[in-house]
């Protein structure tokens, strides 16, 4: 059982980006705590069907670590709205780490929402 199995409706938690230092595709130096992350499931990825990449304007910053991806796409499938931010960026110049907060609110898109949930086409 995931410990957020139980979790109700609405809440919050704070996830470090998997995959920064080898997939971004910007610099840590141009992400900021605020920048919105939209979350983009790809079906079609051949390492793990389930991934989640994380897009800052439109360019990938990373991908949600795998321990998410169940809770995730089952809050999908079931009309929830996820939407995230950049937290906080810190870490090392050879290991940046960068979280995001992320938001799982009631189905729909919320007005003036900050992301939300595609799939890769």
Same mark, same amino acid.
């Given at each position: 059982?995931?410990?957020?199995?139980?979790? #109700?409706?609405?809440?919050?938690?704070?996830?470090?980006?998997? +995959?920064?230092?080898?997939?971004?595709?910007? #610099?840590?130096?141009?992400?900021?705590?605020?920048?919105?992350?939209?979350? $983009?499931?790809?079906?079609?990825?051949?390492?793990?069907?389930?991934? $989640?990449?994380?897009?800052? +304007?439109?360019?990938?910053?990373?991908?949600? #670590?795998?321990?998410?991806?169940?809770?995730?796409?089952?809050?999908?499938?079931? +009309?929830?709205?996820?939407?995230?931010?950049?937290?906080?960026?810190?870490?090392?110049?050879?290991?940046?780490?960068?979280?995001?907060?992320?938001?799982?609110?009631? +189905?729909?898109?919320?007005?003036?929402?900050?992301?939300?949930?595609?799939?890769?086409?």
């Amino acid at each position: 059982m995931h410990p957020f199995d139980d979790a #109700p409706n609405q809440f919050e938690f704070l996830l470090e980006v998997a +995959g920064f230092r080898h997939n971004s595709q910007i #610099p840590v130096e141009q992400v900021s705590d605020g920048d919105s992350v939209r979350y $983009i499931a790809e079906p079609d990825n051949e390492w793990d069907p389930k991934a $989640i990449r994380l897009e800052v +304007g439109g360019n990938t910053l990373g991908y949600v #670590p795998r321990g998410y991806l169940s809770l995730l796409h089952r809050r999908w499938e079931n +009309g929830a709205r996820v939407e995230g931010e950049v937290f906080r960026v810190n870490g090392t110049a050879r290991r940046p780490l960068v979280y995001v907060l992320t938001r799982i609110g009631n +189905g729909g898109r919320a007005s003036g929402s900050n992301s939300h949930y595609a799939v890769a086409s």
